[in-house]
């Protein structure tokens, strides 16, 4: 078995340095090995593998915090073993009167069963006490100090009397003694402080100290993961019956899960009355807190009959691309290919000229999905376009402004786990941000600035661009498709942009991921654009019917002709050219009509004509489109 790398640190380290400062996946458990480090022989909490650990290399172990102070859970004695010689140096009564007593009691059970075992003394006193124990005891002696996190308020911004704590401590190990052990070997007095985070610590104690190593304790990989499954083997998938596949899909499952979670997933799943076939529900129900999985509920009728293409108009090709790939999703078959089970449900690139349609056809999806357009969270990717944009949505490291904040998107996916992330216009987005992405389009999962592991497992992922519709020539962006282009041949050049976008930035990494999810968006078409034309002008009329009791009619289509005609000279705007031309001849006329003419409810407004779109503008007369229409 491999030994973790955290472990051979430990062992390396601890005959070099006389101060180890362990952190990262501090709070779990870990395997322990047999004396050849061939086999786990069991999962201990850090504190009891420390006092293991170093036992048998001839240690008295004394562990510190603040809350607690002087104490040894594994075996009080040993606090006696380390004071006893120092008491008198301690020079510190009520110190003394403590240490008399706990002495005591640990020679004896108290009546109800449960024995003192601690010491308790202030933090700047406790320090001083380890500095004078660590370089003047003649017993080999390690203290662990416990939450030194939380020892200090600001790590950049020290009180007086937390900057002695840590110069005692700093004090301590530059001069710590020597002493032989049972074994013969000369080994120094030792400090471990268990942290968090490095930042935790001031920086002046650990930044180029010779007597310091820091240590990362990893989140548990595969192989102590499944180390832990076959250590519980019947107690945790006596289900399984030796599946040594089932087992494996378990162990791709948690990925960057902590030992105490896999305790939590085998409690829960007993509790549950899961059976081994459904162990990535009960991985669902653990990670995410709830039962029900939006996935689940999503109907098979739902998506066959889904009116999207009445929505998102002129795209179908798009559109069916886009459901085929979401059964995909739904069905539970997406990823199926790859090592790693904790993918996204599926991504989706859409890529294609502005206004036509990416953005509503992800809210579209969304809807259709989870019931309510608003389960699309999307990201304007514009406004991350700096260099240190990666901050805002995962997070600022210790130290820095917003970290208390959290970042914007892990925060959304914590908050909303079943939800559709669309990114708009990701070409805009700092590169560093792909390396982010990256990340999670493998693994499903990222970790924020403040430690958190978030997952993305049960989302989709939508990224809209421009990418292939211009190309830099002499630093002149030239559009290098056009409406006038069949499908096939706009699908190709954007295809094509898009590859030499994330090859030319050393992404090919991106491609992969993407696959065939690219789906490329055509023009808007005259019919399409029509469609559009007709939907809008529909919904404004209802809309102020709804609002205003004001009824909109139409004396003939020579009206709707006009707009088509306009709409058909701005096609390569898309639909949001029809928008425009919607809000420029129709919206902003008839409010002014509305307004002139003091139109109450109830009314019915009769439009027969809209002057101004046949008319050019010129630097003499500014025309202005105006209602002709009657009141009812």
Not at 266 to 280: A, G, P, V
Request: charged letters at 30%; aromatic letters at 10%; a negative charge.
């Amino acid at each position: 078995m491999k030994i973790p790398k955290w472990i051979r640190e430990l062992d390396c380290f601890s005959s070099i340095k006389s101060c180890l400062i362990l952190e990262g996946n501090i709070y779990d458990e870990y395997p322990f090995y047999d004396s050849e480090m061939n086999n786990c022989d069991d999962f201990c909490d850090l504190n009891q593998y420390i006092y293991e650990f170093y036992s048998k290399r001839g240690y008295r172990i004394c562990f510190f915090d603040i809350i607690n102070g002087f104490y040894n859970r594994q075996k009080q004695s040993e606090v006696v073993d380390v004071f006893d010689s120092m008491a008198d140096l301690i020079g510190d009564d009520d110190f003394l009167q403590q240490f008399k007593e706990y002495r005591e009691n640990c020679e004896m059970t108290r009546a109800d069963g449960q024995i003192s075992n601690n010491i308790a003394v202030d933090a700047l006193k406790s320090t001083e006490i380890i500095k004078d124990t660590i370089i003047e005891n003649r017993v080999p002696t390690l203290f662990c100090v416990n939450f030194a996190s939380r020892v200090l308020a600001e790590p950049t911004h020290m009180a007086e009397q937390e900057r002695a704590i840590f110069t005692n401590l700093l004090y301590a190990i530059m001069n710590a003694k020597s002493n032989y052990c049972d074994d013969g070997i000369v080994r120094q007095n030792m400090l471990i402080l268990i942290a968090d985070k490095i930042n935790d610590i001031p920086t002046w104690f650990y930044i180029d100290n010779p007597y310091v190593k820091n240590i990362i304790i990893a989140l548990p990989d595969k192989h102590i993961r499944a180390a832990y499954i076959e250590y519980y083997r019947e107690k945790f998938i006596d289900e399984i019956n030796n599946s040594d596949e089932v087992i494996k899909q378990f162990i791709d499952m948690t990925e960057g899960m902590r030992i105490l979670d896999l305790r939590g997933i085998r409690e829960l799943k007993i509790q549950q009355h899961f059976d081994y076939k459904h162990l990535k529900d009960v991985v669902s129900l653990y990670k995410y807190g709830i039962k029900e999985n939006p996935w689940d509920e999503i109907e098979r009728e739902k998506l066959e009959n889904n009116n999207i293409k009445e929505r998102v108009k002129g795209q179908d090709v798009a559109v069916d691309k886009s459901i085929a790939i979401i059964k995909r999703a739904k069905t539970g078959f997406s990823g199926l290919q790859h090592s790693s089970t904790s993918k996204p449900k599926g991504i989706l690139f859409f890529a294609g000229p502005t206004g036509t349609g990416k953005t509503e056809l992800a809210k579209a999806i969304a809807e259709l999905l989870f019931g309510d357009e608003s389960a699309c969270r999307r990201f304007d990717m514009s406004e991350y376009s700096e260099s240190h944009a990666a901050q805002k949505l995962f997070g600022a490291p210790p130290g820095y402004v917003g970290y208390e904040a959290g970042g914007q998107l892990t925060n959304t996916i914590r908050e909303h786990p079943f939800s559709l992330l669309l990114f708009d216009e990701v070409e805009k987005a700092s590169p560093t941000i792909w390396d982010k992405f990256l990340q999670i389009l493998e693994d499903g999962r990222m970790t924020d600035g403040q430690g958190n592991t978030v997952y993305f497992s049960e989302c989709l992922i939508v990224f809209t661009s421009n990418l292939g519709i211009y190309k830099d020539v002499a630093g002149v962006k030239k559009r290098v498709v056009d409406i006038d282009m069949p499908y096939e041949k706009v699908n190709e050049i954007v295809t094509k942009g898009i590859q030499e976008y994330f090859l030319d930035r050393g992404k090919p990494e991106v491609l992969n991921r993407i696959g065939k999810n690219l789906i490329v968006f055509n023009f808007i078409q005259p019919e399409a654009a029509k469609q559009i034309l007709e939907a809008q002008l529909k919904k404004i009329c209802t809309t102020i019917y709804q609002t205003k009791n004001i009824r909109i009619e139409f004396a003939d289509e020579n009206v709707k002709t006009k707009l088509y005609d306009k709409v058909l000279m701005n096609l390569e705007e898309g639909g949001r050219g029809v928008g425009n031309v919607v809000e420029e001849y129709f919206t902003t006329p008839l409010s002014t009509f509305v307004f002139d003419n003091k139109v109450k409810q109830n009314q019915i407004i009769v439009i027969e004509d809209i002057t101004g779109l046949d008319k050019i503008s010129n630097d003499s007369e500014i025309v202005i489109p105006k209602i002709i229409a009657r009141c009812m």
